[in-house]
């Protein structure tokens, strides 16, 4: 239970402000069980929305307001924070995990190997810290994923989390309209491995010389006969087979780093590679869907790095090879450029290659203006044993000077996929509706 008597900060705490469970930041998650911390936005305040919260039965709301159940401090934000760094104190082992790609792969693969808590989705400042007021004393390791956007950003995360293992996964453009150069988004992320017992991966390997790399190949921790098939991939570690359904090198480089971390805190490696057998990595984030039509989900986000590692995933399977891109966000003044060189990569890894939006004619020959266009000419164009990879960025992100890039969404293609794969005959090409 969180106890708002028992916080590591002065605070005038309100007669009716009880016990919770969990803290949310959003005070549409706000509940019986859940208290909702008032916190500072770029449009709105939290505190605009602390009756809301109250109304919604929150235990205990943290604020500077004098309101029913408030556990009242000056600032919230601060507040938090200190609360965080007290209940991180508490956990066994904190991993943390950053890079331009495949942070929530493995974060998922290293939570499973050590039996840990990983936190969800979201990897930011007030969500890690919740994350840990909630899990610190848990007495189970905890996995926490690092996301940067801008400099300064890992030192402020860094002396959040205090991680005993910072991991890099990789390194590649991604965020450049904030951090500049890839030599700058480098140095931005090794600031984890400060402090820390510091592991890399086998890509980003070059920009940290002495640190402990894994992966497969000429690393520290390998991983050894790699295979990739339409089953998934097999390969053994320390004379251990491992087995990961439906999976490609990027999700095996995470086992091996699961298996690294495991070893290290005396999990029984045998045990872990059980474990590592059924992780289940968040929608959108290479998920295989296998049948008539293979379709591959990574469509939850995208940059150069990440786009590559999908497209040698795509060329490893037997079929025709589709590929279907959408932007990148955040690339900078060179996002031409770096959206003509994926494309291009596209175009040796696949048989077919889509793009759409914003630098489809780069990205794919068969370029569409919009997704509806794309997917009904995709739809037209299926035929049986075909294997479809899809990935964009999605959303919506910020230049520095607040000007709106907008991503692609196309979870909507993805989903049109699994209902049309359904009506495709095994005599040739069908068209679906969408």
Wanted: hydrophobic content about 50%; glycine content about 10%; proline content about 7%.
């Amino acid at each position: 239970m969180l106890d708002p008597r028992a916080v590591p900060f002065d605070a005038a705490l309100h007669p009716d402000a009880r016990p919770a469970l969990r803290l949310t930041w959003d005070s549409r998650e706000a509940g019986p069980d859940t208290a909702f911390v008032a916190l500072p936005g770029e449009r709105m305040h939290g505190n605009a929305f602390v009756d809301a919260a109250l109304a919604a039965g929150a235990p205990f709301v943290l604020t500077d307001l004098a309101v029913p159940r408030a556990l009242r401090v000056p600032d919230a934000r601060t507040a938090l924070f200190a609360w965080a760094r007290a209940e991180r104190t508490h956990a066994p082992l904190v991993v943390g995990i950053t890079g331009s790609a495949g942070k929530t792969t493995a974060k998922s693969y290293a939570a499973a190997a050590l039996g840990a808590l990983s936190m969800p989705v979201y990897n930011t400042m007030p969500a890690i810290a919740c994350f840990l007021i909630e899990r610190g004393r848990a007495g189970q390791p905890l996995v926490v994923e690092m996301g940067i956007d801008r400099p300064g950003e890992m030192a402020e995360l860094v002396d959040l989390v205090r991680p005993d293992v910072g991991v890099v996964t990789s390194i590649g453009p991604a965020h450049l309209e904030q951090l500049g150069s890839i030599e700058n988004i480098a140095r931005e992320k090794g600031g984890i491995l400060q402090g820390a017992r510091g592991l890399v991966g086998a890509q980003a390997a070059a920009y940290y010389p002495g640190a402990d790399s894994y992966g497969f190949g000429p690393v520290t921790f390998a991983g050894e006969g790699l295979r990739v098939t339409p089953e998934g991939a097999r390969f053994a570690f320390a004379g251990v087979p491992v087995f990961l359904p439906y999976a490609a090198q990027v999700q095996a480089e995470a086992a091996v780093l699961g298996l690294v971390l495991a070893r290290e805190a005396g999990v029984a490696l045998p045990d872990a590679a059980a474990r590592l057998r059924g992780v289940q990595v968040p929608g959108g984030r290479y998920t295989v869907h296998p049948g008539s039509i293979t379709v591959i989900d990574d469509a939850y986000n995208a940059s150069p790095v990440a786009v590559r590692a999908a497209l040698d995933a795509l060329q490893a399977l037997p079929g025709r090879r589709i590929s279907v891109l959408g932007r990148m966000l955040e690339l900078g003044p060179t996002e031409r450029a770096l959206h003509a060189e994926v494309g291009a990569y596209a175009r040796q890894r696949a048989d077919v290659t889509y793009g759409v939006g914003a630098f489809a004619a780069e990205l794919g020959d068969r370029a569409f203006a919009t997704v509806p266009e794309l997917t009904a000419a995709l739809l037209a164009d299926l035929r049986p044993g075909d294997v479809v990879l899809v990935k964009a960025s999605r959303g919506i992100s910020w230049t520095p000077d607040r000007r709106a890039q907008e991503g692609v969404g196309l979870d909507t293609v993805v989903q049109a996929l699994l209902k049309a794969r359904e009506q495709v005959s095994a005599s040739g090409p069908a068209a679906a509706d969408l």
